[in-house]
T-cell receptor, first 113, second 110 residues
Framework: NAGVTQTPKFQVLKTGQSMTLQCAQD?????MSWYRQDPGMGLRLIHY???????DQGEVPNGYNVSRSTTEDFPLRLLSAAPSQTSVYFC????????????FGQGTRLTVV | KQEVTQIPAALSVPEGENLVLNCSFT??????LQWFRQDPGKGLTSLLL?????REQTSGRLNASLDKSSGRSTLYIAASQPGDSATYLC?????????FGTGTSLTVIP
């Protein structure tokens, strides 16, 4: 059982480049979300989805785009990378927004230079 | 907006000690509270989940309690071991998201 799989694990981008962080889960969870983790700030919600075709913004959505065409996949797109987007990104899934339990991927460490 | 605070930010204890990590939250209208462990450069591993109707959960040497009315949770670790060294995060589930504290970095000294 793979759980939540994120790719890539590490990425370096130049300012202005775009890229997609991939997230896939095999637990048939309806709820998926993306967080970024920055020192001293905890994890902050970027975007979330409550099911295929349904997405919404979280606390820090600017500069990011998401779509949910299948239950399994929830990619995060950086449209034009900025140094402020240097962070560790985590994808999570659960049966619903209230859990009961959230499962996390191993993270993507992104550096924008 | 829900705010989650964890105290202390860092803790260093000798092996074998029992210890308590604290988590407080501002809005009691939560679905559940979850404790996670994060090792350096790794993802989050779920340790314990407490539903809003529950008061505590136990797993091995770990015991987590929840007092919704006062907005507090504690994670008790018994007989600490060097392998317990990690960052411990608490998160509350409310509305459409989980709100995280900034974590407690625990070091257990052999």
């Amino acid at each position: 059982n793979a759980g939540v799989t994120q790719t890539p694990k590490f990425q370096v981008l130049k300012t202005g480049q775009s890229m997609t962080l991939q997230c896939a889960q095999d637990m048939n969870h309806e709820y998926m979300s993306w967080y970024r983790q920055d020192p001293g700030m905890g994890l902050r919600l970027i975007h979330y989805s409550v099911g295929a075709g349904i997405t919404d913004q979280g606390e820090v959505p600017n500069g990011y785009n998401v779509s949910r065409s299948t239950t399994e996949d929830f990619p995060l797109r950086l449209l034009s990378a900025a140094p402020s987007q240097t962070s560790v990104y985590f994808c999570a899934s659960s049966y619903g927004p209230g859990g009961p339990e959230a499962f996390f991927g191993q993270g993507t460490r992104l550096t924008v230079v | 907006k829900q705010e989650v605070t964890q105290i202390p930010a860092a803790l260093s204890v000798p092996e074998g000690e029992n210890l308590v990590l604290n988590c407080s939250f501002t809005d009691s209208a939560i679905y559940n509270l979850q404790w996670f462990r994060q090792d350096p450069g790794k993802g989050l591993t779920s340790l314990l989940l407490i539903q809003s109707s529950q008061r505590e959960q136990t797993s091995g040497r770990l015991n987590a309690s929840l007092d919704k009315s006062s907005g507090r949770s504690t994670l008790y670790i018994a007989a600490s071991q060097p392998g317990d060294s990690a960052t411990y995060l608490c998160a509350v589930s409310e509305g459409n998201q989980f709100y995280f504290g900034t974590g407690t970095s625990l070091t257990v000294i052999p």
